[in-house]
């Protein structure tokens, strides 16, 4: 029995949850039929002249609402860990970070302590 006959291939998984996928071609032929105009840039007198906005980003404009008065944790972990992780994530329909938080709320139980409200 070959490996792909006894179980589908992540890439299969994925692809079932994911859904029906659009072509790049259609993508492509979609954004070109839509008109973009730039914004229109207030005049001003010749002797100014215009500020150029800074390229990088602040790290305020970097944290999303969600990542507001936390912390990472991070770790290393060995391809196989990952996949299987990720594979478990896809199956009960949930966030990898979901399923690290669970399990860390595991460990400090199994330990005495108490999780440290929400994740």
């Known amino acids: 029995m070959s490996k792909s006959a006894s179980r589908p291939s992540l890439a299969d998984r994925l692809a079932a949850v994911a859904g029906p996928q659009i072509s790049p071609t259609a993508i492509i032929e979609k954004e070109a039929a839509v008109k973009v105009q730039a914004p229109r840039v207030p005049q001003t007198s010749s002797k100014s002249t215009p500020k150029t906005p800074d390229p990088t980003p602040s790290v305020a404009a970097l944290v999303t609402p969600a990542r507001v008065g936390k912390t990472?944790?991070?770790?290393?972990?060995?391809?196989?860990?990952?996949?299987?992780?990720?594979?478990?994530?896809?199956?009960?329909?949930?966030?990898v970070q979901a399923l690290i938080g669970e399990g860390l709320d595991s460990v400090l139980h199994k330990y005495g302590k108490h999780p440290m409200g929400e994740r």
Not at 83 to 89: D, P
């Open 72 to 95: 990472m944790i991070a770790g290393y972990f060995t391809p196989q860990m990952a996949k299987a992780v990720k594979l478990l994530a896809v199956e009960r329909d949930t966030t």
